[in-house]
């Protein structure tokens, strides 16, 4: 098998500059000895990955197309190559710890995400190509208008940092729209000072209903409001705003 046809279905747009594969590879540090490449295709980041011989790479992938070309390709791979959907698998064959590294499908980057929040305490570092306005959401600080609910959840874990921004014309097919590479690093919180399961249902309230003051979206919620938050938006919050506005509804 020479080349593998990208699937509109699958979201796949495949990067065929060199220079950009190695330095993506290159932004990942050495948080983990064990890295997994989500939706590696035909290797392009692989393929560095593989020379960096302090690591243990894994791969996971849901196209048997690709998973049959990496098995060619990289044969001494084949026993860390997962043919799976990545949004549905639990991780128990990789080891405690793992960084996490891929050119996430666009369609699927903020599950991709979800999923990593869910992983925290496993994943120490994250190197991901996104599109450049979820790149953009990532790393804004409160009070941009691109601040949203990731930019909370993921920042009560990770210090985010965006990279460098990648043109459409670097991909087979190219895309719509550029991408952007961001690194996630963990932060030192184990663990919030507040009822976390409390905490994401107020974010995902306050943020699901952005244009609305937050007495308002988060009364919906049948959750009473401390009055010094009732009338800012949810873009006006810090994740200690959020963490202080839980710690006063738990009370």
Not at 56 to 60: A, L, R, T
Not at 79 to 83: G, T, V
Not at 177 to 181: E, I, N, P, R, T
């Given at each position: 098998?020479?080349?593998?046809r990208?699937?509109?279905k699958?979201?796949?747009h495949?990067l065929?500059?060199q220079?950009?594969?190695?330095?993506?590879?290159d932004?990942?540090?050495?948080?983990?000895?064990?890295?997994?490449?989500v939706g590696p295709?035909?290797?392009?980041?692989t393929r560095?990955?593989?020379q960096r011989?302090e690591l243990?790479?894994?791969?996971?992938e849901?196209d048997?197309?690709s998973?049959?070309?990496?098995?060619?390709?990289f044969?001494?791979?084949e026993?860390?190559?997962?043919?799976l959907?990545?949004l549905k698998?639990d991780?128990a064959?990789l080891p405690?710890?793992?960084?996490?590294?891929?050119?996430f499908?666009?369609?699927?980057?903020?599950?991709?995400?979800?999923?990593?929040?869910?992983?925290?305490?496993?994943?120490?570092?994250?190197?991901c190509m996104?599109?450049?306005e979820?790149?953009e959401?990532?790393?804004?600080?409160p009070?941009n208008?691109t601040?949203?609910i990731?930019s909370?959840l993921?920042g009560?874990?990770?210090d985010?940092?965006?990279?460098?921004?990648?043109?459409?014309?670097?991909f087979?097919?190219?895309?719509k729209?550029?991408?952007?590479?961001i690194r996630?690093?963990?932060?030192?919180?184990?663990?919030?000072?507040?009822?976390e399961?409390?905490?994401f249902?107020i974010?995902?309230a306050?943020?699901n209903?952005r244009?609305?003051m937050?007495?308002?979206?988060l009364?919906?919620?049948?959750?009473?409001?401390p009055?010094q938050?009732?009338?800012?938006?949810?873009e006006?919050l810090?994740?200690?705003d959020?963490?202080?506005?839980?710690?006063m509804v738990?009370?």
């Open positions: 098998m020479s080349v593998v990208p699937k509109k699958l979201g796949q495949f065929k500059d220079n950009i594969a190695f330095k993506i590879v932004s990942l540090g050495v948080a983990a000895a064990n890295v997994l490449e295709g035909m290797g392009v980041l560095y990955l593989l011989p243990s790479v894994h791969v996971v849901i048997p197309e998973v049959e070309y990496l098995k060619t390709h044969p001494g791979l026993p860390r190559i997962y043919s959907d990545f698998w991780a064959q405690q710890h793992f960084s996490v590294i891929g050119n499908p666009y369609n699927i980057s903020s599950q991709i995400f979800f999923r990593i929040i869910e992983w925290r305490n496993r994943v120490p570092e994250v190197v996104v599109q450049k979820v790149a959401r990532l790393s804004s600080p009070g208008k601040y949203g990731l909370v993921l009560a874990f990770y985010t940092e965006y990279l460098f921004t990648v043109s459409e014309q670097v087979i097919p190219p895309p729209v550029k991408s952007a590479v996630l690093r963990r932060n030192s919180t184990e663990e919030l000072p507040c009822n399961e409390l905490f249902k974010v995902k306050a943020f209903k244009r609305k937050l007495r308002n979206s009364s919906e919620q049948g959750l009473e409001l009055e938050f009732a009338t800012k938006r949810p006006q810090s994740v200690a959020f963490i202080r506005l839980t710690k738990e009370t």
